[in-house]
Structures are given as C-alpha cells and as structure tokens.
C-alpha cells in the first residue's frame, strides 16, 4: 500500500496531476490542508472528479466533508486523536458504524457507508500501545524527511508491533526497500512524488519498488 500526502499549499497545478496519480493506480489520498478553510476544502474536492473521491481521506472537517461527499474517509492526527481523551473510541465508532448524517435532498444517493479511518503516531510505544483500533496507522520519521530538511529520520522497526503500519518520513523508490525491511506494511509519500521534476513517473517508481521489496 502506498499513500500520497497532499502538499500543504495548492499549485495552479496539483488537481490536474493528482488525476493523473489517481488514473496511475493511487488509491490512498490524504487530504491535508491545514490552514485552508471548509469552504477551501470543499472547492478543492469539487474540482476532483467524483469517481475518485473513494480514494480520499480527509484530515479536516470530518463530519462536514463526509456528509457532502462520499469519501474513503477520514485521518486522524497525532494532536487531534489526543485531544479526544477518553472519547476517542465513541469518535472512531461515530464514522465506523455509518452514522453520519445524511444532509442532501431526499431522493439522492446515501453517503452513509462505513468510512475508513487512519492516525498518526511519533513513537512506536504510543502506537502500540494504542486500544483502539484503526485501519491502518503512520508512523514517522522513518528517514529524513524529503519535504522538511530539518526532519531527520529515526529508522523505526516496527516488525514487532502487530498492527498495518505505514511509514512516512524520506520515502522514495530508493528507500522502500528499507522501510520494507523495518517491519512496515504501507508508505506514505509527499515531497518523495510532489518534489519530483515529474511526479507521475516518481509515482511509478515507488509502485515498482513497492512490488518488488514485498515479495
């Protein structure tokens, strides 16, 4: 499995390139803008062709963002599953057992599918330590980050911890491998294909080397 961070600033050109990721296979989005609004968000996604939005997880406005569009869904933070205490397990099982509320016209197709939810880690304890259960987790740095040069990696080994782990941090076609080899099941891209002179083919690259390092 291999996910694609949005960039947290939208180009002139990102929507026309994320089709082009989406139509090279990419089935894990993560919608990350943190300093755009809901209304930001929400013309980004109309932008984005409907028959994709199944592969997009949303990290804000959760609530907002699913009952307007069917997304994959939803993220949550290293910060935001922290700040939900004790409530976290009734916040996951809100969106796990489909009760979102269902706000358009009667008449119109129902949005109220299971949503996949997903969250962050920094430290392997923490991660598994965690109880409640989630499809599937990030952990990062693993290598030193591609996008943040003063991020450095930390090479975790997680082929102890018995849950779907994604590691994010310096990931590339050349570093998959690697990541591979630590024990991780998924990785998680962002200036490893956004960074790229031409992010399509860089796309490619970490599918082929995906591929390969799992056989």
Same mark, same amino acid.
């Given at each position: 499995?291999?996910?694609?961070?949005?960039?947290?600033?939208?180009?002139?050109?990102?929507?026309?390139?994320?089709?082009?990721?989406?139509? #090279?296979? @990419?089935?894990?989005?993560?919608?990350?803008?943190?300093?755009? +609004? =809901?209304? %930001?968000?929400?013309?980004?996604?109309? /932008?984005?062709?409907?028959?994709?939005?199944?592969?997009?997880?949303?990290?804000?406005?959760?609530?907002?963002?699913?009952?307007?569009?069917?997304?994959?869904?939803?993220?949550?933070?290293?910060?935001?599953?922290?700040?939900?205490? #004790?409530? @976290?397990?009734?916040?996951?099982?809100?969106?796990?057992?489909? +009760? =979102?509320? %269902?706000?358009?016209?009667?008449?119109? /197709?129902?949005?109220?599918?299971?949503?996949?939810?997903?969250?962050?880690?920094?430290?392997?304890?923490?991660?598994?330590?965690?109880?409640?259960?989630?499809?599937?987790?990030?952990?990062?740095?693993?290598?030193?980050?591609?996008?943040?040069?003063?991020?450095?990696?930390?090479?975790?080994?997680?082929?102890?911890?018995?849950?779907?782990?994604?590691?994010?941090?310096?990931?590339?076609?050349?570093?998959?491998?690697?990541?591979?080899?630590?024990?991780?099941?998924?990785?998680?891209?962002?200036?490893?294909?956004?960074?790229?002179?031409?992010?399509?083919?860089?796309?490619?690259?970490?599918?082929?080397?995906?591929?390969?390092?799992?056989?």
């Amino acid at each position: 499995m291999i996910l694609l961070i949005s960039p947290e600033q939208t180009s002139d050109t990102e929507i026309k390139t994320l089709h082009k990721l989406f139509e #090279a296979g @990419l089935t894990h989005f993560h919608f990350r803008k943190p300093t755009a +609004s =809901l209304e %930001d968000h929400i013309a980004y996604l109309n /932008q984005v062709d409907s028959q994709y939005h199944k592969h997009i997880m949303t990290h804000n406005f959760h609530q907002e963002l699913c009952d307007l569009f069917d997304l994959k869904g939803i993220h949550l933070e290293e910060a935001k599953w922290r700040a939900q205490g #004790a409530n @976290l397990q009734g916040y996951v099982s809100a969106f796990a057992k489909s +009760s =979102l509320r %269902d706000s358009r016209p009667e008449g119109e /197709q129902s949005f109220k599918a299971k949503k996949a939810i997903s969250s962050s880690y920094h430290e392997p304890e923490d991660l598994a330590a965690q109880t409640v259960q989630f499809e599937y987790t990030i952990l990062s740095p693993v290598f030193a980050a591609i996008s943040k040069s003063t991020m450095q990696g930390r090479g975790f080994d997680v082929g102890h911890i018995n849950k779907f782990i994604v590691g994010m941090g310096g990931i590339n076609a050349q570093t998959i491998p690697a990541a591979i080899a630590l024990g991780f099941q998924g990785v998680g891209a962002l200036g490893g294909v956004w960074n790229a002179k031409d992010p399509i083919r860089a796309f490619n690259e970490m599918k082929d080397a995906f591929a390969k390092a799992s056989l």
